[in-house]
């Protein structure tokens, strides 16, 4: 089966880290631009990060600049992003994503992982 899967979300205080993790399985990444994107309750989904499939290339949107990073080990098949100095405003589901480019269309989604960041 085809599939994109995420790890590594969870409850973390103000100011905390996470590392999420986006794995293939069935198919191989190399070829592939990988972007997150996130959504909040009540909120529209909305794009957090993108990395070129051979990663010589990524964007943020302003509002994770300096404190995300994303990251692919193609050996791994994994894409990651590091988030540091989450914010409250950073809760939401993370949904990693196969593209062909990272200003092209979706073409796969993963199942997403819930990031918390609570006191």
């Known amino acids: 089966q085809l599939q994109l899967v995420e790890s590594g979300g969870g409850l973390v205080q103000p100011g905390g880290s996470l590392r999420l993790s986006c794995t293939a399985s069935?198919?191989?990444?190399?070829?592939?631009?990988i972007g997150w994107f996130r959504q909040a309750p009540g909120k529209e989904r909305e794009g957090v990060s993108c990395?070129?499939?051979?990663?010589?290339?990524?964007n943020y949107a302003d509002s994770v600049k300096g404190r995300f990073t994303i990251s692919r080990d193609n050996a791994k098949n994994t894409v990651y992003l590091q988030m540091n100095s989450l914010k409250p405003e950073d809760t939401a589901v993370y949904y990693c994503a196969q593209r062909h480019y990272c200003s092209g269309p979706v073409a796969r989604w993963g199942q997403g992982t819930q990031v918390t960041v609570s006191s």
């Open positions: 990395i070129s499939s051979r990663g010589g290339s990524t």
């Open positions: 069935g198919f191989t990444l190399d070829y592939y631009a």
